[in-house]
C-alpha cells in the first residue's frame, strides 16, 4: 500500500540550506497569492483559518485530494498541505506547488480564499517534512495529518508524531499498521472508516439496549464481507471486543475471543460475492446471547448492493425493521473525523484491538 | 419498553453506545406534526427534517406523521416538491429523499374530533412496528395558538402523551409549541396552566427560533467559552448596550394577523427579550437546560418595570409611513391591505431599560425592533466606556470612537471589534480599525437553520433553548405593563418614513452623548 519510494539508493547528503531556500520560495508565493486583491472583485482577499491539514499519499492519489479539501474548505478552512512521495524527485529535494483557492462570500463582498501547498518529496526527506510543515503552518492553529492511500511510510510516521490530531482510512491501510502509528503519537486518532461504519454499530448498539446484560452474555458473533480490499471484520471485532471487555490476545484460539466471565465467544468469518458490491464491504452482522437459560439473536444483514439492510431480533423481544445504511460524500466524513471528539478513545480501543485480531490470525 | 431479560447485575449503560455522542443525533422517533398542511411545515418544518437526514442526525428509526383537516393523498410527493423550494441544500439527495419518504405519511381529521386521535394512534402503531420508532414520539403543533389547549387534551385523552417515567429507556412524549405563548400575561398563564394539566414541564418545548440560530447559541460561547470577555461584561466597562431587531419587509400581506398584534408582542416580547437574557445572564453552574433557563429568568426577574407614565419617557412606538425601502417605493402601514385607515398598531417599538442587579446597575440597555426601517439586521453592540484620559488626543486629531463590540445575528452572522490603531507614519494619528470574525467565512455559508437545531434538541430531550413556563410569564409580564401604560397614558404613535431607522423621538431615549447606531 505503500508507495515504491525507494531508500535502497544511497544519495549524498543534503546541501546545506537547498530545503530553506525552497520554503522561502513557498513563502514568496504565499505572500505573492495574499498581496494581490481578487481579480473579480478588486478587493482584498479575506482569509479563514481554523486548521492547518496535512494530507500524505501517493502522488496517484493527488486529484481525487484536491477535489476533497477544496469542499472541506468551505467549512473548515485554513491550510492544506498536499504531501506525496515521487521517486522521480531527487532524494534530497522537494518540489512545491502553491495555490489560493478562493470562493465568492456573496454580494460584493471579498472572496474567501485559503491556500494549498502541494509538496513532493524525494526519498531522503521524510525526516524533513516535519520541520517544513511546521515552518509553514498558520500559527496557532491544530495540525492534523491524514493518511491517504500511498502514503510513503516514512513520511506518515515523522509527521504523527508532530500532529494535533490523526485521521488513517482502514479502508486501505491496514489496522496493524494504523495501530503502529497511533503508538507513536499522543495524539487522538481517528479512523474514516470506522465513521463509514457507523451505520452498522448503531445497528449493533440497539439489539442490547433493552437487554443490556445480554453485552455480557455474547456468544458467537458472525461477520460477512466481499472478498479482497482490507478486511472490515478486524475494526468491527476490534469495537465489540474493545467495548464489551473480550480478550483478543495470543493466550486465546484464533477464531475465538473470551468474554470478561471467561465464556467463549466464537467468531466466524464469510466472504460473499454480490454483485456491484466492491471488496471489502461489510454484508451482515448476526449475534447470539445466551442469558438465563434464553438465546437472543440479532440479525442485520443486506441482501444486494442496495444500501437497505434488514434488522432482525429473536427472543422474548421479535422485531423486523429495515434501514438505510446511507452514504455520505467523502468531504463530510474527513469534516466528521476533524470534528470528532468524545469517540476517539472508542476509535483508538477499536483499531488497536483489531490489530491485535488481525496479527492473530496470521493476516 | 419491557426489557428482554432483567438482571441485576448488568451494566447501567449500553457499552457499544460509548462514542456514539459525538455524532449528537436523535434517539429512534415519530415525529408527528399538527398543521401539516401549513407554511411553517412547507417552509421550515420539512425541509429542517430533510436536512437533518442529510446529516445524519435522524435515527434510521425516524417516521414523520402529518396531520391536518384537509385531505393530502400524495403528502410525501407535496413534501418534496417544499424541501426543493425551500431546503438550503439543494439539490434534494434522491437517495436521502426515498429513505424519509417511506417513513411519511398522513393522518386527516379535525382537531377537535376524537376519531382524529384514534387514527393517529392506529398509525403510530403502524409506525413503531415498520419503522422501529420505539414508542418515542414529539408531537410539534404547528397552528394557532387557540388550538394548543384542545390536541393537548386529545394526545392525552387518546393515551398519545403519558407522564414522563423516569425509567431508563422508556419511552418519551414530548410537545412542541410555537409562539405566540399566549398574548398578554394572562392568557400566557391560562396555556401555561392548561399544558400543566395535562403534561409535565420537562414535556413541553416552547420555540422561540431566534434560540435556534447559531449566531444567538454563539453569544453564549463567546461569553462563556473564552476567557477575555467575561472581566469585561459589566458596569465596570460597559457604557451601554444596543441590542436592535429590524426588518426592511413589512407585513406582507398579513396585515389583518398584525392589527391584532404589533411588533411589541410579535418581535419584543420574544426574540428581543431572549437576546437581552443572553447578553446579561450569569454563567451558568452548568448547561444543563434548568441551570441556564434559571440565569435567563433571572435577568427578566431583575429588569425594572416600565409602567405608568414612564412609559412615555422611557418607550416610543412608531408606525411606517410611506418611504423608500433598498430602492423601491413602499406603502405607509395604514395603505397596506386588512390594515385599518385609522389603524394605532405599532411597527416600531424602542425603549431603555435598566437592570437591577450587581453586573448591570446603572448601565442602560437600548432596545428597538421595527419593520421597514433601512435594512434587516439583529444585532447586539455593547459599547465600552471612553478612555479615563486621551494620550493620544491632544492634538485633536483620530477618531473618539470608544472601544466597541458587535454581535451580528443576521445577516452576516459574526462578531466585530472595534479599536484603534496607529495610522502609519509620522505622528501619532489614530483610526479606528475592526477585527472582523464572520461565520460564513471560518465555516462556510451553509450553517444549520434554526429548526434543524431546534428539531433535533426536541427529540434529544435537549430542553436548553426553549423557554420555560416562568421565563414566558415574565417576559409576557414585563411586555404588558408596557402596553397598559400606552393605553392608560395614550402613548403617542410616532410615523417614520419607511427606509428610515425609526422615528427620531427615539433619539430622546439615549442618555446624553449615546447615538443609535448605524447598522
Known amino acids: ?363 | 419498553m419491557k426489557r428482554a431479560v432483567d438482571s441485576s447485575d448488568g451494566p447501567e449503560s449500553n457499552p457499544l453506545r460509548e462514542g456514539m455522542n459525538e455524532d449528537r443525533s436523535a434517539p429512534p422517533c415519530a415525529l408527528i406534526i399538527f398543521g401539516a398542511s401549513g407554511d411553517l411545515t412547507r417552509r421550515k418544518l420539512v425541509p429542517a427534517v430533510y436536512n437533518l437526514s442529510q446529516s445524519r442526525l435522524v435515527s434510521s428509526s425516524f417516521a414523520v406523521v402529518g396531520v391536518a383537516r384537509r385531505p393530502k393523498p400524495e403528502f410525501a410527493a407535496e413534501m418534496k416538491e417544499h424541501v426543493s423550494r425551500y431546503s438550503r441544500r439543494k439539490p434534494v439527495d434522491e437517495a436521502i429523499w426515498r429513505d424519509l419518504a417511506k417513513g411519511m405519511s398522513y393522518v386527516q381529521g379535525s382537531f377537535d374530533e376524537e376519531a382524529t386521535y384514534e387514527k393517529l394512534r392506529e398509525e403510530l402503531a403502524r409506525v413503531d412496528r415498520e419503522r422501529g420508532t420505539a414508542q418515542n414520539r414529539v408531537f410539534y403543533l404547528a397552528v394557532g395558538p387557540d388550538q394548543v389547549p384542545e390536541i393537548v387534551r386529545g394526545l392525552r385523552s387518546a393515551g398519545l402523551v403519558l407522564p414522563p417515567s423516569e425509567e431508563p429507556g422508556a419511552p418519551f412524549q414530548r410537545v412542541v409549541v410555537e409562539k405566540p405563548f399566549g398574548e398578554d400575561l394572562p392568557s400566557a398563564h391560562a396555556l401555561n396552566r392548561e399544558l400543566l394539566s395535562q403534561l409535565a414541564e420537562s414535556q413541553i418545548y416552547r420555540i422561540d427560533h431566534y434560540l435556534g440560530k447559531e449566531t444567538v447559541q454563539n453569544l453564549l460561547v463567546l461569553r462563556f467559552g473564552n476567557t477575555i470577555f467575561e472581566p469585561l461584561w459589566s458596569r465596570r466597562h460597559v457604557d451601554h448596550v444596543q441590542i436592535t431587531v429590524a426588518e426592511d419587509i413589512g407585513v406582507e400581506g398579513r396585515g389583518k394577523f398584525y392589527e391584532g398584534v404589533g411588533i411589541t408582542r410579535d418581535i419584543v416580547q420574544n426574540h428581543a427579550l431572549q437576546i437581552l437574557t443572553l447578553v446579561a445572564m450569569e454563567p451558568p453552574a452548568s448547561w444543563d437546560a434548568d441551570a441556564v433557563r434559571d440565569e435567563k429568568v433571572k435577568v427578566m426577574r431583575s429588569l425594572r418595570p416600565i409602567r405608568g407614565e414612564d412609559v412615555l419617557t422611557q418607550t416610543v412606538r412608531g408606525q411606517y409611513g410611506s418611504g423608500m425601502v433598498r430602492g423601491d417605493r413602499v406603502p405607509a402601514y395604514r395603505e397596506e391591505p386588512d390594515v385599518a385607515p385609522e389603524s394605532t398598531t405599532e411597527t416600531y417599538m424602542a425603549m431603555t431599560m435598566q437592570l437591577d442587579n450587581w453586573r448591570w446597575g446603572g448601565v442602560p440597555f437600548y432596545m428597538r425592533s421595527g419593520k421597514r426601517l433601512a435594512k434587516r439586521i439583529a444585532e447586539v453592540v455593547l459599547h465600552f466606556k471612553p478612555l479615563p484620559h486621551r494620550l493620544f488626543r491632544e492634538d485633536g486629531e483620530g477618531s473618539a470612537e470608544p472601544n466597541s463590540l458587535v454581535i451580528r445575528i443576521q445577516p452576516d452572522e459574526g462578531i466585530s471589534m472595534r479599536f484603534g490603531t496607529k495610522v502609519p507614519g509620522g505622528g501619532v494619528a489614530i483610526r479606528d480599525v475592526a477585527m472582523d470574525f464572520r461565520y460564513g467565512a471560518a465555516f462556510g455559508s451553509s450553517s444549520p437553520e434554526a429548526y434543524e437545531r431546534l428539531i433535533l434538541d426536541a427529540m434529544r430531550g435537549e430542553a436548553t433553548l426553549f423557554t420555560r413556563a416562568d421565563e414566558v410569564e415574565a417576559q409576557w409580564g414585563f411586555i404588558d405593563a408596557i402596553i397598559d401604560g400606552w393605553r392608560e397614558h395614550d402613548a403617542p404613535l410616532s410615523v417614520y418614513t419607511a427606509g428610515s431607522w425609526g422615528p427620531i423621538e427615539s433619539n430622546a431615549l439615549l442618555d446624553e452623548g449615546d447615538e443609535w447606531r448605524r447598522p
Open chain 1, 1 to 363: 500500500m505503500e508507495a515504491a519510494v525507494s531508500d535502497s539508493i544511497p544519495a549524498p547528503p543534503l546541501p546545506a540550506g537547498q530545503l530553506s531556500e525552497t520554503l522561502n520560495a513557498i513563502e514568496r508565493e504565499l505572500g505573492a497569492i495574499w498581496a494581490e486583491p481578487d481579480g473579480d472583485t478588486g478587493l482584498p482577499k479575506v482569509r479563514a483559518s481554523t486548521l492547518n491539514l496535512a494530507v500524505v499519499s501517493g502522488a496517484s492519489q493527488l486529484d481525487g485530494l484536491r477535489e476533497v479539501t477544496d469542499t472541506l474548505s468551505e467549512t473548515h478552512a485554513g491550510r492544506v498541505f498536499l504531501i506525496y512521495g515521487d521517486g522521480h524527485i531527487p532524494p534530497w529535494s522537494i518540489q512545491h506547488e502553491v495555490s489560493g483557492v478562493c470562493r465568492p462570500s456573496g454580494g460584493q463582498a471579498a472572496p474567501v480564499c485559503n491556500d494549498r501547498i502541494e509538496l513532493g518529496c524525494g526519498a531522503m526527506v521524510a525526516p524533513r517534512v516535519p520541520s517544513v510543515v511546521g515552518a509553514l503552518a498558520l500559527p496557532e492553529l491544530p495540525l492534523v495529518v491524514g493518511v491517504a492511500r500511498g502514503a510513503p511510510r516514512k513520511i506518515s510516521e515523522a509527521l504523527v508524531t508532530v500532529a494535533d490530531r490523526v485521521i488513517t482510512d482502514s479502508s486501505h491501510t491496514a489496522v496493524t499498521r494504523i495501530a503502529e502509528l497511533a503508538r507513536s503519537t499522543s495524539a487522538p486518532v481517528c479512523d474514516l472508516e470506522f465513521l463509514r461504519t457507523r451505520a452498522w454499530r448503531e445497528l449493533c448498539a440497539r439489539f442490547f439496549d433493552d437487554a443490556l446484560s445480554a453485552t455480557q452474555a455474547v456468544s458467537r458473533v458472525q461477520i460477512a464481507r466481499t472478498p479482497g480490499g482490507e478486511d472490515p471484520a478486524a475494526l468491527l471485532i476490534g469495537w465489540l471486543a474493545s467495548r464489551l471487555g473480550w480478550d483478543l490476545s495470543g493466550a486465546v484460539e484464533p477464531g475465538r475471543a473470551v468474554r470478561r466471565d471467561g465464556g467463549p465467544v466464537e467468531v466466524e468469518l464469510v466472504e460473499e460475492t454480490v454483485p456491484n458490491l466492491p471488496p471489502g464491504e461489510l454484508l451482515g452482522v448476526s449475534m447470539k446471547a445466551e442469558l438465563s437459560g434464553e438465546t437472543l439473536s440479532m440479525r442485520c444483514w443486506r441482501n444486494d448492493a442496495s444500501s437497505i439492510v434488514h434488522w432482525s431480533r429473536r427472543g422474548p423481544r421479535h422485531d423486523d425493521h429495515e434501514h438505510t445504511l446511507g452514504s455520505r460524500d467523502e468531504a463530510r466524513i474527513v469534516a466528521k473525523a476533524i470534528d470528532g471528539s468524545g469517540g476517539d478513545a472508542v476509535c483508538r480501543e477499536a483499531l488497536l484491538a483489531a490489530a491485535l485480531w488481525q496479527r492473530r490470525q496470521g493476516q
